[in-house]
Each structure stands twice: as C-alpha cells, then as structure tokens.
C-alpha cells in the first residue's frame, strides 16, 4: 500500500521568511495529492492540493510542487505570518474519492 | 471550501455506554465519508469509508462491531461508538469527498472522553 513520509517535523522560521516541508510516497499509481492546515483542536483544513497531470500550483502565499518522477511533492509558504503556525499534513490518494494516506504532519513556528 | 460539520463537538459520556457522532456535508452531497481518529501529536488514522447506502469498509485492525458506521443519506454519515472504555477517548473526525470539486472536505472533529 501507500506509504507517506513527511519532513521536518518541526519547524521554526521568522515572521516574514519562506517555509518547505516536503513529502514523498511510494506509490507511483497516487495521482492527487492535498494539504491539510490542522489549528489545535479543530479539524484539518484544506489549504492547496495538485492532481498528477500538473507540476505546479500556486494560490497567493501558498504553493504546492509535485516531482511524479522522484515521488516527492512539497508545500512553499512565502512571506510566514504568525497565523500559519499549525499542524500541516500532506496526503496522497490513489484515485479520485479514495482513501488519502497521511504524513506525519510538520509543526510550522512562526516567530514574531 | 465546502462545509462539513460534526456533531457534538465534544461528548463525555461513562464506560460502557454508546455514543453517537453525526457528521454533515452542509452544501454538497457525499456518496463517500470517511472516519478518522487522531491521538495527541499523532497524525489522522482512517478507521473506515463509508459509503452511501451500503456497508462501511474498515480499516485492519478497527473493530466492526465497537464502532458502528452508518451512511443512510448523501449528507449524513454516523458514528456509533457502543460500550466506550477509557481507551476509546480520543478525537474523532469525519470528512466528507466532494465529486464536483474531486476534494476532501474535514468537520471539525469531536472530543470523545470516556471516564
């Protein structure tokens, strides 16, 4: 089956500098990959996802890169401000409305 | 996004007793849910899918018959805890597949404390 890696675990970066976390997976057959923003004691938030057929996709701060060769996708987020500090998941999923596997989630500080 | 809602947010109830959770799609319809857990500083661990008008499909290692999922309509899908220990405390979150987006969808979650 499927299986996720995610890395850091933990992050630390200044109010105003750039953050990467990056997840590779094992199954070539994967071909949709989103990203969760987890705030403490909520639910996970959909913030940016890319599909197989696309190298990359950007929505103002936020951008996703996804390499099909390697098997390694990552999350950019320019321009950190204190209120992405959060618990952020990638995922991948095998087929459209299937199971997504998880990573083990980096935990983003953004330092004031 | 689209909307996802979970109900109740945070639920005590004493060992040995059920416990139901309602998970909503409040403006789209859901032929699939799923239903996760999360233990603290841990990643989301799929417990099943469940699927509209037919049987849950469970994760290995989830037990069937402790946790009783439901998918009766295109917007609701249940989860019944039955006979909670201690060990079931947990946070439980559903999500919900979007078809005309193709995107997963999370509620909220719901605090289970089993005292």
């Known amino acids: 089956g499927e299986n996720v890696e995610q890395h850091p675990s933990t992050l630390s970066v200044q109010e105003g500098d750039s953050a990467v976390i990056k997840c590779t997976y094992s199954d070539s057959a994967s071909n949709y990959f989103p990203w969760y923003k987890q705030e403490l004691g909520k639910g996970p938030q959909l913030i940016i996802d890319i599909r197989s057929n696309v190298g990359e996709k950007k929505d103002q701060r936020i951008a996703v890169t996804l390499n099909k060769t390697a098997k390694h996708f990552s999350l950019h987020i320019t321009e950190t401000q204190p209120e992405d500090s959060a618990v952020y998941f990638c995922a991948a999923s095998g087929e459209y409305g299937n199971k997504l596997v998880f990573g083990a989630g980096t935990i983003l500080r953004v330092k004031s | 996004g689209a909307v996802v809602s979970q109900h109740p947010s945070r639920v005590i109830c004493k060992s040995g007793t059920s416990v139901k959770i309602e998970c909503r799609s409040l403006d789209f319809q859901a032929t699939t849910m799923f239903w996760y857990r999360q233990f603290p500083k841990q990643s989301l661990m799929l417990m099943a899918t469940s699927n509209e008008g037919s049987k849950a499909t469970y994760e290995q290692g989830v037990e069937k018959d402790k946790f009783l999922i439901n998918h009766a309509s295109l917007t609701l899908s249940t989860l019944t805890v039955t006979s909670a220990h201690p060990e079931d405390s947990s946070f439980y979150i559903c999500?919900?597949?979007?078809?005309?987006?193709?995107?997963?969808?999370f509620g909220p979650g719901t605090r289970l404390t089993v005292t």
């Open positions: 999500s919900a597949w979007d078809y005309r987006k193709e995107e997963q969808y």
